[in-house]
């Protein structure tokens, strides 16, 4: 019966595992606990080969990034925390978020034209410009900065559209999910802040 279901709502068990690890994942980066990285590095490898399997390519690139991020995130966060004691939260200034909005200009350009002329990439600038800014948020959330969870508002309201197009529902379903967590993240992170900075 559940292979049935599964067919009827154009999931795989694939998508299915790789959503419910992602979602781990993403609460355990709001808890900003060092176990959220070995999760996400799972996630990322589940969820590159879904979307090798329904040709979204720049977002398999970008699970293979975020995987090697993660590798990063993890020593960055655990550094820290034999630091300081905590996994702290920092405030990016203007330059940073100049910085960040430019590198995701200029990487979506740079990959939407690469994939929109040498491969059969569903979507090819849409999917670009969204790896792009994606590995702004990542990189940002490695970096500890509070400014991250913005970013992963924005992108992942717009994936939902690119999932639903895409008729992988339970995708954009948990991409909804990931809007209403990064919500809360930024919450619980601005709270942490404003912790630190009174204990300052």
């Not at 200029?106 to 999917?127: E, I, K, N, Q, V």
């Not at 590995?135 to 717009?158: F, P």
């Not at 995708?171 to 992170?189: C, E, H, K, S």
Request: aromatic share 16%; proline share 2%; hydrophobic share 55%.
């Amino acid at each position: 019966m559940l292979p049935q279901l599964l067919a009827w709502l154009h999931m795989t068990p694939l998508e299915v595992i790789s959503a419910l690890v992602s979602l781990l994942g993403i609460w355990l980066t709001m808890r900003r606990l060092l176990v959220a990285w070995p999760v996400i590095i799972l996630s990322c490898l589940l969820y590159g080969e879904f979307f090798r399997e329904i040709h979204l390519y720049s977002d398999m690139l970008l699970q293979g990034v975020f995987a090697l991020c993660s590798v990063y995130g993890w020593w960055h966060w655990y550094r820290g925390v034999q630091d300081e004691g905590a996994v702290t939260v920092l405030k990016l200034n203007r330059n940073g978020w100049l910085i960040g909005i430019l590198a995701g200009i200029l990487g979506s350009l740079a990959l939407g034209a690469f994939m929109a002329r040498y491969t059969d990439a569903s979507l090819p600038w849409l999917d670009a410009s969204l790896t792009s800014f994606s590995l702004v948020g990542q990189w940002w959330q490695a970096r500890k900065y509070l400014e991250n969870w913005h970013v992963w508002v924005a992108v992942d309201l717009i994936y939902i559209g690119e999932y639903l197009w895409k008729q992988v529902p339970i995708t954009a379903a948990l991409y909804a999910i990931f809007v209403v967590m990064a919500v809360f993240g930024l919450r619980d992170w601005q709270r942490a802040r404003a912790a630190q900075v009174r204990a300052a």
